[in-house]
C-alpha cells in the first residue's frame, strides 16, 4: 500500500473517486450501527444474571456482625464486601469504604466534599480564587465533565504508552499550589488503553505536592478487564507505593463491578488511607444512613472471592476477545501502510483510541454517522471537549456483535480513507 | 392521681423514696432495651422479603421503552417506577425522578446543588455571606445535620398540632432573601406525628418568598405510613397546591420506600415541577450515569400499582399498632393526670414525641440509661441539638417487641416522675 502523504494530486483524485463510490454503497445500505458506548453487551450482563435470585435464604440477610442488613446501618458497607474488594485490589481492608452502583459518584462527591467542606481540615475549594486539576489526554469525558462542571481549570497532559508525562506532571503538582488533582486511569486507560508503567506509578507516588490537599484520583476502573489473557496487564498496588514513598494520604484509589457485573446495579467501592477514609466518613454520614447492603451481599455471595471475580472476568474476556480483534484486523487490514492513522492494541479495558490525521477527526465522525454508523464525537475524551489537533477518536468495540463490527468498522476505515485524501486535497 | 406541682415538700420526698426504690429494683433487672432508633423490626422486614428473587424471568430485564435495565442508562429511573411512585404520590409523571435508595441522599444533593451550582441560574449558596433555614421544632435531627454540615444558619419553628407557626414563616421567608429553605416533614411527623392542616399546606404553596430560589423541602416521609388505620390522615397535595397557587417551581417533595421495602435497600423519588427537574438533571448527569434500575424493577414487580403499596401498608400497621398501643398506653396509664409530661398520639409514622418539664428531658434520658433504655439523645430534634427549654424526648417504639416497650415504657415512665420529683424538689 501507498502511503497517502507520497500519493500525487492525482493519485488522490483517483482514490479519492473510487472512496466516494464504496462510501455511497454503503450508504445505500440502511446500516444503524453505534460503537459510541462503552457499554457491555447482553451476553455478558447474562454471565451475571444467576447473582439477582441468590439472595434465596434468610441466613443471607444477618451480616458478618450479626446485623440485619435489611435494615438501616454500615454506612461504609459490609464486612464482607469489604473482604473481597480488599483481596481483589489487594489491599488492607480498613482502606476499603464500600459504597452504592456507582465509582462517578464516589468521584463527585469526593470533588464536591472539597468544593464545600474541603479536604482533610484544608480550605474548602469554594473559597479559592483558582482551582486546578491536570487532566491526561485523551481521558474519560465524564471526568472532565465533573471538574468542569465544578468550575475547575483543567490542563492538558500527554499520555503515551508508559502514562502521563510525569516531568509535566511533577512540575504541575510540586510547583503550584492551585493543583489539586489528577484523574487517572491507570490500567487499560480509557479510551487509550494505556497501561501505567512501573516507574510512572512510582512517580506519582513520590509527588512532593505543593499543595497539602492535592489528590491523585486513581480510577481503577479496569483492574481485572483483561481482553487479551496471554498478556494480562499488572500495574504497581498505589496504595503500596504511596506508603513506601511516606505519602499514605496522596491517593483516593476507585473500582467498581459496574463492567463485572451490572451498570447501574452493581457496587462502587473507595480505596484510600484510613485518615482520608475518617475524613470521608465525616460528610458520608450526613449524606446517608448506608448504601444498599443487600446488593453488597448479592455480589459477596455470588463471587465468594477474588478467584471468583477473576474467573468470571475471564468469561468477559472470552466475549470481548472477539469483538476487539475484529476492530483491530480491520484497522490494520485497512489502514496498514497508509501512514492517515494510528492506534495501540489494548490488552484490556472498553475501548481502543485512533488517532486520525491533524484535523480530520471531527470529520471522519461526520462521515461515518452519515454511512449510519455512530461514533463517540470527536473531542469528547478532552476537556472542555477540545481536541486542538482534532485527531483523537475513541472507538468502543463492546456492544456489538463481532458481525456488526466488523461491519462497522468497515465504514469508519472508508471514513478515515476519506477525510484523510479530503485534508491532502485541501478541501 | 395528684399533680406532681400540686404536691408539698413532704408529698414529694415519700414519692421520690418509692420511686427510688422502684428504680432501683429495674435497675437491677438487667434490662437491655432500646426506644431510640426508627428502624423497623425483622417482621417488617420480612414482609418485603420475597421481592428480593422476584427478577427471575429475563422479561423483566426489558423497560418499558425496551432498554435492558441491566445495563447503563436512564438517569431520572425507569418509567415503570415513575408511574408507580406518580400514582402512590398523586402527582403528574413528568414530576418524577427515581433515584437510588436514599430521600435523604437527594436532599443532601440538593443542598449541595445549591451551595455549589445554584438552584435554576442563582447565585451559587457558598458566594453568599449568608444562608438560613428554617427549621420546624422538634424536627428531624438529619435534616438539620445536613443544614448544619453546610454552614447554613438554622431558625426555629414552633410546630403545633397544626403544622409550623405559619405566621412566623411567612414573616421569615417573605421577608428575608437569605432565607433559602425550610425542612418539613408534613405527615405524621418526624417526632411528634403531627399531619399539617389544609390551611397550612395552602399557606405554604402561597408563600412569597423573598428570594427567587427559596425552596421549600417537603420530606414525604410517612405518606404511606398509618399506624391506626381507622383515621388515616390525608393531606393536601402540595403539587397541586402550589401550582393553584401560581407558585409551581417552589417545592422539592421527597418519599422513598426505606420504610416500605427495605431500609437502605429501597428506592427513593423526587417529586418537583418540570422547571426544577430540569435543573437538577443538569447536575445529576454530570453526577451518575444512572441509579439501579433492577432494584426500581423488582419494586414495581413486587407492588404493581399503588393499590399494592397500600395493602402492603396495611400489613405495615398491623405489626406496628400493638407496638404503639403498648407505649401509649403505659404513658397514659403512668402519667396521665400528674401534669409532668405531654405527648400527642400519632395516627402513624416512626415516632412518640415526648415533652417533659421544663429542664428534665436530658436528665430522663440519663436515667433511663442507669436503668438498661436507650432513647434518642435529648436534644437531638433541635437544630445544632439545642433545645434549651430541654423537654423533647423522641420515642421509637417500632424496633422491638410490644412486650420489650412495655418494659421500656415502664422504665422510661419512672425515669420522667423521678425526674419531674427532683425538679420540684429543687435538686
Given at each position: ?8 494530486r492525482?493519485?488522490?483524485l ?11 454503497r ?6 444503524s450501527?453505534?460503537?459510541s458506548?462503552g457499554k457491555?453487551g ?8 444467576p447473582?439477582l435470585d ?6 443471607a440477610?444477618k451480616?458478618?456482625n450479626?446485623?440485619?442488613l435489611?435494615?438501616?446501618g454500615?454506612?461504609d ?14 489491599c ?15 468521584m463527585?462527591?469526593?470533588i464536591?466534599?472539597?468544593?464545600v467542606?474541603?479536604?482533610?481540615g484544608n480550605i474548602?475549594?469554594?473559597?479559592l480564587?483558582?482551582?486546578?486539576f ?19 481549570e483543567?490542563i ?5 504508552e ?10 504541575y503538582v510540586?510547583?503550584?499550589p ?7 486511569i491507570p ?9 501505567y ?10 509527588l512532593?505536592?505543593?499543595?497539602p490537599d ?13 481482553v487479551f489473557?496471554?498478556?494480562k496487564a499488572?500495574?504497581?498496588n ?11 494520604d ?8 459496574s463492567?463485572?457485573?451490572f451498570p447501574?446495579?452493581?457496587?462502587a ?5 484510613p ?28 463471587f ?9 472476568m ?5 466475549i470481548?476477545?472477539?469483538k476487539?480483534?475484529a476492530?483491530l ?6 489502514l496498514?501502510?497508509?501512514?492517515i ?11 481502543i ?12 465522525v ?18 472542555y ?8 477518536i475513541r ?8 458481525e456488526e ?13 476519506l ?9
Open positions: 500500500m501507498k502511503a497517502y502523504k507520497d500519493m500525487n492525482e493519485e488522490l483517483s482514490t479519492q473517486a473510487q472512496l466516494k463510490q464504496e462510501y455511497d454503503l450508504k445505500s445500505m440502511g446500516i450501527l453505534d460503537m458506548r457491555p447482553t451476553d455478558q450482563l447474562d454471565l451475571s444474571t447473582m441468590i439472595l434465596g435464604s434468610s441466613a440477610f451480616g458478618a450479626n446485623m440485619d435489611r435494615n438501616y454500615l454506612v458497607g459490609i464486612d464482607e464486601a469489604k473482604e473481597l474488594f480488599a483481596e481483589l485490589m489487594e488492607p481492608k480498613d482502606h476499603v469504604m464500600v459504597f452504592g452502583n456507582s465509582s462517578l459518584s464516589i463527585y462527591d469526593l464536591s466534599k472539597a468544593m467542606h474541603g479536604i482533610c474548602p475549594w469554594c473559597k480564587d483558582k482551582v486546578k491536570l487532566c491526561p489526554v485523551p481521558g474519560y469525558d465524564r471526568h472532565f465533565a465533573i471538574t468542569e462542571s465544578f468550575g475547575i483543567m492538558n497532559i500527554p499520555l503515551d508508559n502514562g502521563p508525562d510525569m516531568d509535566l506532571v511533577e512540575e510540586n510547583g503550584d492551585a493543583v489539586k488533582g489528577i484523574w487517572n490500567k487499560y486507560s480509557n479510551p487509550t488503553g494505556v497501561v508503567s512501573d516507574e510512572t506509578v512510582r512517580r506519582f507516588a513520590n512532593k505536592p505543593a499543595a492535592f489528590r491523585i484520583y486513581w480510577d481503577n476502573a479496569y483492574a481485572v478487564h483483561h489473557l496471554e498478556d499488572r500495574i504497581l498505589i496504595v503500596e507505593e504511596c506508603e513506601k514513598a511516606g505519602n499514605p496522596i491517593y483516593y484509589e476507585l473500582c467498581s463491578t463492567k463485572i457485573t447501574g446495579a452493581g457496587v467501592a473507595l480505596i484510600t488511607s485518615v482520608n477514609a475518617a475524613d470521608v466518613k465525616k460528610t458520608l454520614t450526613i449524606q446517608t444512613i448506608g448504601h444498599d447492603k443487600l446488593n453488597q451481599m448479592r455480589h459477596v455471595m455470588f465468594k472471592n477474588a478467584a471468583g471475580v477473576n474467573a468470571h475471564e468469561k468477559h474476556a472470552a470481548l476477545r472477539p476487539f480483534e476492530v484486523d480491520c484497522l490494520e487490514k485497512e496498514g501502510g497508509l501512514e492513522g494510528s492506534w495501540l492494541k489494548p490488552r484490556g479495558g472498553y475501548f483510541a485512533f488517532e486520525t490525521l491533524e484535523g480530520c477527526a471531527k470529520r471522519v461526520e462521515l461515518c454517522k452519515g454511512a449510519g454508523v455512530v461514533m463517540t464525537p470527536a473531542g469528547s475524551t478532552y476537556p471537549k477540545k481536541d486542538d489537533a482534532d485527531t483523537s472507538i468502543a468495540p463492546t456492544l456489538q456483535t463481532p463490527l466488523k461491519k462497522a468498522c468497515e465504514v469508519f476505515v472508508l471514513c478515515v480513507k477525510a484523510s485524501v479530503e485534508k491532502y486535497l485541501g478541501n
